[in-house]
């Protein structure tokens, strides 16, 4: 499992940090891979190594559930990290979307050094009803 931070998102964009982050975690392996399996229809070729984009393959393919099911359980567990760190954004809960109280959280106390700055993070037409 390898991960991109937010600042390089921010700098790359998600669809480019999330073949990066791909490229990271393949760069990690004892062994080189024959061929690669990706859920989705976008990858950069990685060290000349053939590969194939499946749209929906992590319910086509076990190796790519399994390596769905790593990402995100890591991805949880970083968010329960952040969530420690910064309660009020309620990261435990919403594994990093923007929930109403997130959003709520960033109109309160403004955005964490975590936070993608080229996301929007609050709607200029979002009302946050307080009384109820």
């Keep these: 499992v390898a991960s991109v931070n937010n600042n390089e998102i921010d700098k790359i964009n998600i669809l480019n940090a999330s073949i990066e982050g791909m490229h990271r975690a393949l760069a990690q ?18 060290r000349n190594i053939e590969h194939h984009c499946i749209v929906k393959g992590d319910g086509k393919y076990m190796a790519i559930a399994a390596a769905s099911i790593l990402a995100k ?28 109280k997130h ?20 709607d200029p037409q979002l009302k946050l009803d307080f009384d109820h």
């Design 29 to 46: 392996l004892s062994i080189t891979p024959e061929h690669i399996l990706i859920d989705g229809n976008r990858f950069k070729p990685y």
């Design 73 to 100: 359980t890591h991805r949880d567990e970083y968010m329960k990290k952040l969530h420690e760190e910064y309660p009020v954004y309620d990261w435990n809960s919403n594994k990093g979307y923007p929930t109403k």
């Design 103 to 122: 959003r709520e959280g960033i109109l309160l106390h403004g955005v964490t050094p975590y936070h993608r700055q080229s996301f929007t993070l609050l």
